[in-house]
């Protein structure tokens, strides 16, 4: 059973920046698909980036691209998020996700992930 972790979210003003972690423990998430996905208060979850296994193909959000910067180190079994830019309507849970598919592409459907971490708050003051 994999059990993922974010880590890093906080309160930051707009224009700040954050880096989001995302680590795995109890089985291995090296050379699958992994994906960041958030919620905001009263609305559904949404995609926000996908990383494919190998770390060199990604897809992002409209709402996000050009800000926000998905990667992996597959040798510490993590995931990263790097958001830059952000404003009051980033504000949400941000989740990791993972797909147990191996050498798989990206995806933006929630569905498809097998295991989903606990969630990290990130609030943007405006």
């Known amino acids: 059973q994999v059990k993922l972790v974010e880590s890093g979210g906080g309160l930051v003003q707009a224009g700040g920046s954050l880096r989001l972690s995302c680590g795995a423990s109890?089985?291995?998430?090296?050379?699958?698909?992994m994906a960041w996905f958030r919620q905001a208060p009263g609305k559904e979850r949404e995609f926000v980036a996908a990383?494919?296994?190998?770390?060199?193909?990604?897809s992002y959000a409209d709402s996000v691209k050009g800000r926000f910067t998905i990667s992996r180190d597959n040798a510490k079994n993590t995931v990263y998020l790097q958001m830059n830019s952000l404003k009051p309507e980033d504000t949400a849970v941000y989740y990791c996700?993972?797909?147990?598919?191996?050498?798989?592409?990206?995806?933006?459907?929630?569905?498809?992930?097998?295991?989903w971490g606990q969630g990290t708050q990130v609030t943007v003051s405006s």
């Open positions: 996700a993972a797909k147990m598919e191996l050498y798989g592409g990206t995806y933006d459907g929630a569905r498809v992930y097998d295991y």
């Open positions: 109890g089985g291995s998430v090296n050379n699958r698909p």
């Open positions: 990383i494919n296994w190998s770390g060199g193909g990604t």
